[in-house]
């Protein structure tokens, strides 16, 4: 939602992390810093984005279980069960990067702006949904082993088997070839 609303993320720790239009790439840099779940904290303007307004509604209300909101950071910190003084400390430091005009932090271009209560959270979790390759697959889809023989009875196919960002008809391919194969044993 970093494309197109201010937006603000965290580790469970309360700090931040990343420059926030880089959403592709939190859940590496989330695990790299030692977590699997980080939070999306917004305000108002997501939900006027027009853009992800729709998405920002439906998560909410598919994830109400991880989803805080809260009028001061002191109860957001709270809702969101991350420790309050590094919450407050971010968004001080965040501010002071909005109020010089630059993220020297994390080199945020877009929407360097702060945010306003009610604040809104939403925690996120470590999954990807399409990957720079993944396991490798032999002619058939057949899952290969560290010496590149096929494992037997093991296929795969989609995003975790191609060697690029996937789209869904190379996704589709791969999922009909396997099931080709499969059904002719």
Not at 5 to 29: M, W, Y
Not at 85 to 95: E, I, M, S, V
Not at 123 to 146: A, E, F, H, I
Request: aromatic letters at 10%.
């Amino acid at each position: 939602w970093g494309y197109w609303t201010p937006i603000v993320l965290v580790l469970p720790n309360g700090k931040r992390f990343i420059e926030e239009a880089q959403s592709h790439d939190a859940a590496q840099a989330a695990v790299d810093a030692g977590y699997r779940q980080w939070w999306s904290i917004f305000d108002q303007r997501a939900f006027e984005a027009r853009a992800i307004a729709h998405s920002v509604e439906g998560n909410i209300k598919s994830h109400e279980d991880v989803y805080v909101k809260a009028d001061t950071l002191e109860d957001l910190a709270a809702g969101m069960d991350v420790p309050v003084d590094n919450l407050k400390a971010t968004f001080a430091r965040y501010d002071e990067l909005v109020a010089g005009g630059e993220d020297t932090d994390f080199g945020k271009k877009a929407w360097l702006e702060s945010l306003q209560p009610p604040y809104h959270a939403l925690k996120l979790n470590v999954s990807r949904y399409k990957t720079s390759g993944g396991v490798m697959v032999g002619p058939n889809n057949q899952v290969l082993d560290t010496s590149d023989a096929e494992i037997p009875g093991l296929y795969a196919a989609g995003a975790v088997t191609l060697q690029s960002f996937a789209s869904v008809s190379t996704c589709m391919a791969t999922g009909y070839y396997v099931g080709e194969t499969l059904a002719a044993l």
